[in-house]
């Protein structure tokens, strides 16, 4: 969700020159975009595109400016795993608010507790847009 709410900050300020990819540090490649998310980025003018999990790779964490991970866990196992990279590896809501706590995942949630976390996530992604292009 975060991705394509990025992406879609990065095309309506016509700036070719940000590169979103998304991975995962736990993949499951049969895993199908819930409706829900298609629904809200539909809401909010995101046109949604196909989105295949996708493992995290060494080349993929050199390659990149910024790492951002939505939970400690993730952030613990990428910097255990790879600490080369730790310089440009955050805790997303760290970065985009200063908060340091976990991003909830909104998948399993429904009505309003969906919402609120979908909403969050938006806002937090809008700040970090306006930090990296600052």
């Known amino acids: 969700m975060a991705q394509e709410i990025l992406k879609k900050f990065i095309i ?39 989105h295949v999990p996708t493992q995290y790779s060494k080349e993929d ?4 400016d910024f790492i951002f991970v939505m939970t400690k866990d993730q ?11 730790s310089d440009k590896t955050y805790l997303f809501l760290e ?11 909104p998948i399993d949630k429904k009505g309003t507790a969906f919402d ?3 909403n969050d996530i938006k806002k937090a992604t809008l700040m970090l847009y306006k930090k990296i292009v600052s």
Do not use: H
């Open 12 to 50: 309506n300020d016509n700036r070719n020159d940000i590169k979103v990819i998304s991975r995962g540090t736990y993949v499951l490649s049969q895993f199908l975009v819930p409706q829900k998310i298609k629904d809200f980025l539909k809401k909010n003018n995101i046109e949604y595109t196909e």
């Open 116 to 118: 609120t976390i979908a």
């Open 61 to 64: 964490l050199a390659s990149s």
């Open 95 to 105: 970065y985009c608010l200063d908060i340091n706590k976990d991003m909830l995942d």
């Open 75 to 85: 952030l613990k196992l990428l910097n255990d795993n790879y600490a080369q990279f």
